[in-house]
């Protein structure tokens, strides 16, 4: 069976490079942990070639973002080769963060088959902003899904795609205000439909479904077992050491 996956999305965090060394140095004691998981590390940029450096026994890098274009000249863009030359192997895709930015869910499939072109891993970022009683968000999911994936080759290009699935008033919570086990279970059920359809179940079933969102150690365990789910895209509990480990150790235990 795959090995569940771990993403740390760091965001603009730590603050220096010698903090994140110091994060890293702390990693690092866990590293035979982590080999038990497809870890990956989403830095901020200036610190990958630390990460690759200090993390390259048990952990992949990744991207937060990246630009979907890299033809032509660009100032101010580090474009998908580049960023592969450093050993990038996945990229997250349109988060909620870079959405409120403008992003739209049409440069999110640009920027799948940038990825695809580059031979980076797609994780693309779904999820919707508010719940109703209605269950109107899962019309808002749906179309989301849809319009990301757009145009994709069902043969060719779903073994480099996986999804995380992270509702937009839950990132950043605490434990406390994250999503319900049972609610999470629903939405993976939904979301693994808009995919079957799309794809075909053969294909579909393929596509590894990740839950951001306040994953915290106290609320892993439940979030992983039997929701569906095959690993977790982290935030905030990603920079400290102990938590993420923690959050790891609820991946390897099910
Ligand atoms: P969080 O962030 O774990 O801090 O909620 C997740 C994310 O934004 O990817």
Redesign the pocket.
Known sequence: MAKPILVA?W?NHPGSLSEAGVLLKQLSGSARLYQKLSLFIAPPLPYLESVSLRTGNFAHLALQDFPASSDGTHTGMVTPDILKSFGVKLAIIG???RRALGETNDSVAQKVKAALRSGILSLVCVGELSRDQDGEHFEFLREQIKLSLAGLNRKTDISKLALAY?PVW????RADDAITPADLSQSVIFIKKVLVDMFGRTIAERIPILY????EPVDATALFGGTGIKGF?????SLNAKSFKTIAESLIRK
């Open positions: 999305n965001k988060h909620s963060e992270e839950a990132i950043g919570k951001g969102g306040a994953v895209l982290v935030g905030h509990a």
